[in-house]
């Protein structure tokens, strides 16, 4: 096991480098002076730029820039936005757990729904439950999700007032931040008001992110359940004369998941470019929307430490799925 | 008689292909889906009733003509300035059909020759090409096309050429798995004995004979550029107003969605149906041509 991890980890770590070659080259590669940029729109004198110069590591030859970057990297700091003079990295963790519950709502609501229908999809193989069921992924899967936000708004908060239509939780709740998720702080604090409507504040965004996943997941459940009920074990199973739920969800469903682990590590991508644009539309506080806000506001720290952070994130989150993928699969058990 | 019936036996290849995709009931929904945009992008000039930028005064957010404020002159009713919303609807089409053409041919010809040198020379080529390609993966695409279009600046043509670029490595990964396994089949070996270059292996001998994964792959970068240079717009990173861009569009009408839901609707369900005809497309040429899928 170690040794796997090992080869991992030296695929990744180049990759991480290219990665932040590419968040270092992103603001050389901004057209126009940096510097400039940062003094703003009242320019400056000639000693205030050489002071900012000096201030952004400017003067220095570029392989030391780059040096200095990825050293400052590794201790985490990311340098400073130009918008509020705060740290990248204090302004990133601060807004991650928004995106975060966002984000693990999202899967679950894809995983919860898509399983189920997927593998009651494949039992009634050819049925009109099948049909519907593969019809709707379809649609998911192809759904202009900013279109999709707009239309559900419309149906639930306009016409039916059900869901509100921005922000984490009502003004009025004063949630203490102790996980930085709103639905395990506020149970934490007990107030069962506070929680509902964090909730309520949730579920529209959420149901948005998860679509596409639950599409995919969807109809990859089906597809794997459908293969593997052929296979001869499951046909011992049956044989032995257990319960046909037992050999659905022992049986079969154990060995269909295993494809599904990649398939679900693989949607991390997918929530966060549906954060990027769910995240606009109901001003939700998360990296999306603040993404979005310093590419509008040319905050290049901003661009180049939240590439940087999201990127590491997607590598590591692809070699921990690796890592699960091995763990449960029997067949590369065998084959180490 | 004896060869008749052989000729009758052994199909041109691409009859046999049209007999296995017209078999899939998906696959020809697509195709009339893609058929159709396709038509409507080409003669958007003769069926659009106004010029999409003409502002009719004092005809704001009128509904659809069947409602009952709707005129006939605007069939689909008109935006927020005034502007006829059937004929912006008809050159948005153009506008994406576009977008989606222009992200492919270039997504496909650098993807494509980047795997083809990767795959053929190997080694250190190799290494640093799927690096690149891995780099770029590690990216969320909207977030890549978003930093793309921060260094170029906001616009039609520079969010096509960041959602072009985030499409590169499929292309290039699908292309130098075909490649190294072509490369070591007999044709490749014998033309190499006759003395063919590297190019001419590479182009004329090995790159025909990995089209099929291509093929499928640009009908599902198509759809997924037109979504994501949509998405663009939608955020205010790709076309500008007053371009009829569908995503654009959607981002304008916003506003006024609750009383005129019709400007939001509409241009996304045109990006749906487009979005999902090509996918279905896309889904059963896979079928068609996958050979290890054919029954």
């Given at each position: 096991m170690g040794g796997f991890f090992l080869r991992q980890l030296s695929t990744a770590i180049p990759t991480l480098m290219g990665v932040s070659l590419l968040a270092f080259a992103l603001v050389r590669l901004v057209p126009g002076d940096p510097v400039l940029l940062m003094l703003g729109e009242r320019g400056g004198s000639e000693e205030q730029y050489a002071q900012m110069e000096k201030k952004l590591g400017l003067h220095l030859p570029l392989y030391r820039q780059y040096l200095g970057f990825i050293g400052n990297a590794a201790t985490g700091d990311l340098g400073k936005s130009t918008?509020?003079?705060?740290?990248v990295t204090e302004e990133f963790f601060s807004r991650f757990p928004a995106t975060l519950e966002l984000g693990l709502c999202a899967i679950l609501f894809a995983v919860f729904i898509g399983i189920p229908a997927g593998v009651v999809a494949a039992m009634k193989h050819h049925s009109a439950f099948d049909y519907t069921i593969m019809g709707l992924s379809l649609v998911g899967h192809s759904m202009p999700i900013f279109w999709w936000a707009l239309i559900l708004i419309i149906a639930?908060?306009?016409?039916?007032?059900?869901?509100?239509?921005?922000?984490?939780?009502?003004?009025l709740y004063d949630i203490p931040s102790v996980s930085g998720l709103f639905l395990v702080d506020t149970l934490l604090q007990g107030n069962i008001e506070a929680f509902f409507s964090a909730l309520r504040h949730l579920l529209l965004p959420t149901v948005v992110i998860g679509t596409i996943p639950l599409a995919v997941v969807a109809r990859m459940t089906r597809s794997s359940m459908l293969e593997v009920l052929h296979k001869d074990y499951v046909r011992t199973a049956r044989a032995k004369g257990l319960e046909e739920r037992n050999v659905l969800i022992f049986h079969a469903l154990r060995n269909a998941l295993i494809p599904l682990i990649t398939v679900i590590g693989l949607q991390f991508g997918s929530i966060i470019t549906g954060a990027i644009l769910t995240e606009t539309i109901f001003s939700w506080p998360g990296i999306g929307k603040w993404m979005v806000h310093s590419v509008e506001q040319r905050d290049y720290p901003v661009i180049q430490g939240g590439v940087l952070i999201i990127a590491s994130m997607v590598i590591f989150i692809n070699m921990a799925v690796d890592a699960i993928y091995a763990l449960v699969n029997p067949q590369m058990k065998r084959s180490r | 008689m004896e060869r008749d019936k052989a000729q009758e036996e052994i199909e041109h290849p691409f009859l046999e292909f049209w007999h296995s995709f017209k078999r899939g009931r998906g696959a020809c929904i697509g195709l009339a889906v893609v058929m159709i945009f396709i038509f409507l992008s080409l003669f958007a000039p003769l069926l659009a009733?106004?010029?999409?930028?003409e502002i009719f005064e004092g005809q704001l957010r009128l509904p659809p003509?069947?409602?009952?404020?709707?005129?006939a002159r605007f069939p689909l009713g008109t935006d927020s300035?005034?502007?006829?919303l059937l004929s912006r609807l008809l050159y948005g089409a153009r506008v994406s059909m576009g977008i989606g053409l222009l992200v492919v041919v270039f997504s496909a010809t650098v993807g494509t020759f980047l795997g083809l040198v990767a795959g053929h020379f190997g080694k250190g080529i190799e290494t640093i090409i799927m690096r690149l390609m891995d780099i770029i993966m590690a990216l969320p695409s909207v977030l890549l096309a978003i930093v793309v279009v921060s260094i170029l600046g906001p616009g039609l043509f520079n969010a096509t050429l960041a959602v072009s670029f985030i499409s590169i490595p499929a292309f290039t990964r699908l292309v130098r798995a075909g490649v190294l396994e072509e490369k070591k089949k007999q044709y490749v070996l014998a033309s190499a004995s006759f003395g063919a270059g590297p190019w001419r292996q590479m182009f004329s001998n090995i790159l025909p004979n990995c089209m099929a994964p291509l093929i499928v792959q640009a009908s599902l970068t198509f759809s997924n550029g037109i979504l994501d240079a949509a998405a663009l717009g939608f955020l205010g990173l790709g076309a500008r107003p007053p371009t009829a861009e569908w995503g654009t569009m959607l981002a304008s009408a916003r506003m006024f969605m609750e009383t005129s839901p019709w400007g939001t609707a509409l241009p996304g369900l045109c990006i749906l149906a487009v979005v999902l005809g090509f996918n279905l497309f896309g889904d059963g040429l896979r079928d068609a041509l996958d050979p290890r899928l054919k029954r």
């Open positions: 918008l509020t003079q705060r740290p639930f908060s306009v016409n039916l007032g059900l869901t509100p239509v921005s922000g984490r939780i009502h003004i | 009733p106004h010029d999409p930028t003509a069947p409602f009952a404020d709707g005129v300035v005034g502007r006829d």
